[in-house]
């Protein structure tokens, strides 16, 4: 059931669920496993939520609606698995299953295929996946999962959209995840650590979750009334933001809190700050495209200047003026 990656794989959990949720459906999904072992019973969860009678109805799964039960008992015909046999994903294997998809569903309003190992598409059979890709026909859904992205042509991995897991060692972390229902906080770590021993650090200091709240807090009053935002700057700057250190991690917040300003007035998407939906629309109101960008390119050229000799009070003054005076 996908419910139960709602702890280990939170991100990919949401995310799968608000495509169901949506009813927008992408062509094609790229699983990156990122070697996390349960990344096949999550493909396979993932699909049966897409074929599943009921979605999530009410939020839940289905108690098995007979879609699923056959699904679980490998005898649906609407759902068809590959895998490399020996060393290929052989090009027969391909046609045979665009033939099976070429007439209409027997049943139910949906098809998924699954691939396992797609870098171990030939040639051939790469290009005739790609043409299948091409011409996609909207009750058609693929799901690729593979822990060697690199290794498929770019050109299909171009064609979906790209799901990352969480790699095993976070994942069997399951229990720094369940007590964490901030979601910002969790991507904008995911966002900014590559290393992962880091990213343990990140997600163990819930300072951070503070840290967080009041930098937004701070640009949403910045925003608002640029004038008053002298006297709070102690609460809502000082109390947090201290180090060096402090100040990339702030200026990293600010940076994708804007990228998140302009993906909302443009494509009404919020990629991050779910959770500050409300300041999000606010700004989005007050501020036009190119007011947005010239905010954002001033604080990255910013904190490019955060260096071992930094005053940081000077710092603090010019991102008050770039954000604020203009
Ligand atoms: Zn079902």
New binding site residues.
Partial sequence: MLDDFSTGQPISYRLMKNIINSKQFNHAYLIQTNNYYKAEQLALAFA?ALI???GYTNNH??N??C??ERIDNNNFPELKIIRPEELWIKKEEIIELQNAYSLKPLEGNKRVYIIYEPEKLNHQSANSLLKFLEEPQSNIIAILVTNNVQKIIKTIVSRCQIINLISNKLADYEKLFTDINDFSFLKLGLLTHQNEKELQKYLEDKENINKIKSVIEFISKLEKEYNDILLDINNLWHSYIKEKKDFIFAFNVIIFFYKDVINYLNFNKIEIFDEYQMIIKKIAANNDNTTLSRKLNKVISLKETITSNVNLNLLLDKLVISLGGV
């Fill in positions: 049966k599943c009678l009921q799964e289905c098995n609606c879609f699923c």
